[in-house]
């Protein structure tokens, strides 16, 4: 399926996109929902300090664009579209949240 959205035309985006072998908007969408994700996030891990957004954020980016990479040669019943993309980052964004949110518990746990 063309991406229409006219997201190829900025470098990194579109370098990300064929790196990854994903269009654009699926990895500007996971850019987007990290950033709202990782402020989310962010409440429950002071741990970190003043580093704790920037860490969401990673973490956070790498399971959504993770998890569109995988599920990029499946078929499912949700058409190829920016739907599908976001329902396939939240859903990798929850697997790295809550990894995330263990190896600090364990942190805690241990010092």
């Known amino acids: 399926m063309p991406d229409f ?9 579109s370098g990300l ?9 699926a990895v500007a969408m996971a850019m987007v929902a990290a950033m709202i994700g990782s402020l989310i996030m962010s409440r429950f891990t002071l741990v ?14 790498a399971g959504a664009l993770a998890s569109n990479v995988t599920m ?6 949700l058409d190829n579209s920016l739907e599908r993309s976001l329902m396939i980052s939240l859903a990798g964004m929850v697997v790295a949240s ?3 949110v263990a190896v600090l518990a364990l942190g805690k746990l241990r010092g």
């Open 98 to 100: 809550l990894l995330l």
């Open 48 to 61: 970190l300090g003043p580093f704790s957004y920037v860490v969401n954020y990673v973490v956070l980016l």
């Open 72 to 77: 990029a040669r499946v078929s499912a019943s």
């Open 17 to 25: 996109s064929g790196l990854l072998g994903l269009q654009a908007s």
């Open 5 to 13: 959205t006219g997201w190829d035309n900025f470098p990194i985006l």
